[in-house]
C-alpha cells in the first residue's frame, strides 16, 4: 500500500461544504442545552461559521482512467482484470484503489467458505501464486436445534448448502492477497482513503468522488491539524463499498437506480475466532444449525468453520440474524452468546480461547433487489448491490465476478474513445454492465433462489421456507413461474414495545459466552475520539421522542459494539441518547434497522474503525 503521490494533482477551489444547507435541529426544550449529537461537516453546513472563515478550503484532485471505491472481493477482481485487458491490448490505463481501512482486509468480516469459481476465472494459476486457500471442505453436515437437541438435516449433493469443492478462509487474509496480486499488475492501492463525497459532471453523470477532511474537532471546529481531502476524478467510478454503502445508498437515491427494485433486505452476521482444544478440531469440517435460539418467524442460523492452519486448531463461528426481525426486544449479540451454550454446541467451545469478534450487516435481498448498476461515469459492483446468494450462505464468488463484468465493460467503453478523449476525464457509459450481468452465471445462479429468502414471510415462517427449499426449489431448480416479494423494508417490520414481549438473556460465563465491551475489545476499533460523530441524524430530536418513547430505544439492542446508549440524567425528564462513535465497526446495521430511518452512517476519518485480522 501507499501514500498518495498523484501524477496528475491540481488544486480546485471549493466552498466550504457541499452538504446539504439544512441546520441540524436540536433537542426538545428540555434538553436545549444539551450538545447537537450531529456536527459531521456532511451534515451541517460550514458556510457561515466564524470558526471556518480564515481556513483553506482548497482541494487537490488527482486524475485515474478507472477509480475503484473500495478494496475488497469486488473492487480488487474488477482491478485485476481491467490491468488484464491492459495487458492483453498493449495499453497502459491507470487504475486506483481507494479503501477507508489503513490496510487491506482491516474491515473484511465474513464466514467464510469460499466457492472459487471467479477465481479460476479471474487467476487460474491461483495456487502456484500462493492464494491462502488451504482448507478444502472435507464434511458438510446441517441440524435443526431445539432448545436442547440437535436434529440432523440432510445435506444432498449439487443443492445450495453442498460445499463439496469450495475452501474454508479467512477472508481478510484472501483480500490481502488479492491486493498484493492487483499491485504487482501495477495498480494503485491506496489503503486509509475514505470516501465521503460524490462528484458530479455538469450533466448529472459521475466524475469521482472525494476524501474525507482530517483535523475536524467533535464540535465541528478545525484543529490546527486540518487537512482537506482530496478529488479523485475519473473517466468510469466502481463503487465496491459493500453491503449498505453510504455513497452507493446516496448515488442510487440521486439516479434513482432502485426504480425497478424491491427495497434490500438485510441480516446482521457475528462471528468470532477461537483456538480450541486439538481433541475437538476436525480441519475442513463446516457445520450449519438453523432453529434455537430464534423463533419460527425470525431468519437466522449458525456457522462453525474448522480451519486447517499449520501447527494451530482454530475455528470460525458465527450467528446471522434476518434484519426483519419484529420484536425491538431482540439483541442479536446475546442470541449469538445464547446459542454458543446450547448442550450441542457448547462443548466445542469449552477449554478453548477466544481470539477475534467482529460483525457486518449483509444483503439477503437477491435478485429482487438488484438495482441498476451501470450509469453514466461508473457502476456498482459486489455488495454495494448486493449478490449474496442466501441459501448458499456465500457472495464473495459473486461479488468478484461482478467486479470481473464491471472492468470489461469499462474497459471495452475507454478503449472505443478517441485519443483525444483519452486524455480527458470524461464519463462513460456503462449500462453494458447490466447487460453482461444478467447473461452471466451470477445472475442464473440468484435466479434459481430467487423465492428462498421471501418463502420465510408466509405464515409458515422458517418451516415454510424448509419446505419450499426441500420440495420446490430443489426439483425445479427456480423454474417455479412466479417471483415472491419480500415485502415491507426491514425497519418498517419493527413493532412498538408495548405489543411484544422483553427478552430475557443469560449472563455470560466468560469461558463460551460473553459480554459485549470485552468482545468490542477484541475488534481492534479505533478512531480518534475529537472528531465529529460518523453516525449523523437527521434529526437530534428523534431518538427520545419516537425511537425510546415507541420501541423502548432499539439503538442499544441491535448495535453490536455499544455505541448507543440512552443515558437517564433526571428521573422526571426522558432520556437522551450518547453515541460512542469511537466503538463502531462499521457493520452498518444501525443505517438499517433504525425505525425512524433517522441514523446515517458516513465516513468517518480515514484509517479509523475496526482492525480485523483474518476475518
Known sequence: MQRWVGARLRAVALPLTTAARSPVRGLSSTADAA???????????????????????ERFADETDLLIVGGGPAGLSAAIRFKQMCAEAGVDYRVTVIEKSSTLGGHTLSGAVLEPRALDELLPDWKERGAPLDTPVKTDTMGFLTETMRLPLPVLPGSPVDNHGNYVVRLGNFVSWLGEQAEEMGVDVYSGYGAVELLYHEDGSLKGVATTDVGVAKDGSPKPTFERGMELHAKATLLGEGCRGSLTKELVAQLGLDSESEAQTYGIGLKELW???????????????????????????????????????????????????????????????????????????????????????????????????GFSGGALIGCSA???????????????KSGMLAAEAAFAAMHALDDDAKEEVVPIEMSSYDKALKESWVWKELYEVRNVRPSAHTPLGMYGMFIYTGVVQWLLKGREPFTLSHGASDHERLRPAADCTPIEYPKPDNEVSFDLLSSVALTGTNHDHDQPAHLTLKDDSVPAARNFAIYDGPEQRFCPAGVYEYIHDDDAAPPRLQINAQNCIHCKTCDIKCPSQNIDWVTPESGGGPAYSGM
Open 275 to 373: 483456538r480450541i482444544a486439538p481433541e475437538k478440531h476436525k480441519p475442513g469440517t463446516v457445520e450449519h444449525t438453523a432453529g434455537w435460539p430464534m423463533d419460527s418467524h425470525t431468519w437466522g442460523g449458525s456457522f462453525l468453520y474448522h480451519l486447517d492452519e499449520p501447527g494451530d486448531t482454530l475455528v470460525s463461528t458465527g450467528y446471522v440474524i434476518g434484519l426483519d426481525y419484529t420484536n425491538p426486544y431482540l439483541n442479536p449479540f446475546l442470541e449469538f452468546q445464547r446459542w454458543k451454550t446450547h448442550p450441542a454446541v457448547c462443548p466445542t467451545f469449552e477449554g478453548g480461547e477466544r481470539l477475534s469478534y467482529g460483525a457486518r450487516a449483509l444483503n439477503e435481498g437477491g435478485l429482487q433487489c438488484i438495482p441498476q448498476l
Open 386 to 400: 448486493g449478490f449474496l446468494n442466501v441459501p448458499k450462505i456465500k457472495g464473495t464468488h459473486t461479488a468478484m
Open 35 to 57: 450538545p447537537a449529537l450531529t456536527t459531521h461537516y456532511k451534515k451541517v453546513d460550514r458556510t457561515g461559521d466564524e470558526r471556518w472563515v480564515e481556513i483553506d478550503m
